[in-house]
């Protein structure tokens, strides 16, 4: 009797099942390296918009890449010293990943408010763009509804940048240590970053961020795909039904 036939069938079998996983595989890479990248929030200096176990897609083309935005690229030095294209900037409001300038190994995520040329300064908690105060009204309070915290509402405004752009902002006390600041002049082919959290939130209001050169930018936040409370761990699936956040799955980061 042979088994010739079956032997093939199993081995071929075995093969296309590789190729399978190898194409993947690479669909996979390319999609991270050029498309869309996922990244956690591990802070709330973002909140509301972006909670602490949200998980985000950001998109690396929307701004063109740079050296940062690259797999390996910061290595590459001046083989990739510049963005490409180069005709996409950020606009204000946007949400954005960016390398921190005084440490490249880090990421952060925040909100453009200053473009390049701009004067920021924010007098009484308020954000001054150019001298003009940012359009602020007061929002119903947010009010924390995690697990197993205390329900403490918290202030919260609805902000309107010049080109339209609204968000909400939180308001954790009134003179906060950064509620009245310097003027800030942003340099040629830099950001001003801000948190929405205003209180919480280490941005280009501090020396430790500063401004944000435009080949830090790796991408725009685009997508939360999957959310969990804060102190769960996402890959515990035996817990999903009790610790993710499900009506946030999929919603638009504005």
């Known amino acids: ?18 190729r399978v996983v190898f194409h993947a595989l690479i669909i996979a890479l ?21 909670l602490v176990g ?32 180069g005709s996409l900037t950020p606009e204000r409001g946007d949400v954005v ?35 003009t105060g940012v359009k602020r009204e007061r929002a119903p309070d947010f ?15 609805l902000e309107t940048l010049p080109n339209g752009k609204t968000f909400y902002t939180l308001d954790l006390v009134d003179n906060g240590f950064a509620d009245n600041t310097q003027v800030y ?3 040629p082919g830099e950001y001003f970053m801000m948190g929405d959290n205003r209180d919480n939130s280490t941005d280009s ?9 435009f080949e830090n930018i790796v991408g725009k936040a685009q997508l939360i795909f999957f959310s969990v409370y804060d102190g769960e761990r996402a890959w515990e699936f035996w817990r999903w039904p009790f610790s993710v956040r ?4 999929f919603t638009i980061v504005r």
Request: hydrophobic residues 35%; glycine residues 10%; charged residues 25%.
């Open 1 to 18: 009797m042979s088994v010739t036939s079956g032997t093939k069938r199993k081995e071929g079998g075995i093969g296309e099942t590789a």
């Open 30 to 50: 390319v999609i991270r390296t050029f498309l869309f990248q996922p990244f956690n929030i591990p802070s709330g200096s973002m909140k509301a918009t972006l």
């Open 54 to 85: 949200d998980y985000l897609f950001v998109s690396k083309y929307s701004y063109g890449y740079s050296k940062y935005s690259l797999p390996m690229g910061d290595k590459l030095g001046t083989l990739v010293s510049s963005r490409f294209p």
């Open 97 to 131: 990943v960016f390398r921190l300038p005084k440490d490249p190994s880090v990421d952060y995520i925040k909100r453009v408010i200053g473009l390049p040329g701009d004067k920021i300064q924010v007098i009484d908690g308020q954000v001054f763009i150019n001298g």
């Open 143 to 157: 009010v924390e509804t995690e697990e197993g915290t205390r329900e403490q509402p918290v202030k919260r405004w």
């Open 185 to 187: 002049t942003v340099p």
């Open 205 to 213: 209001r501090f020396s430790q961020v500063g401004f944000v050169p």
């Open 246 to 249: 499900w009506g946030r799955l």
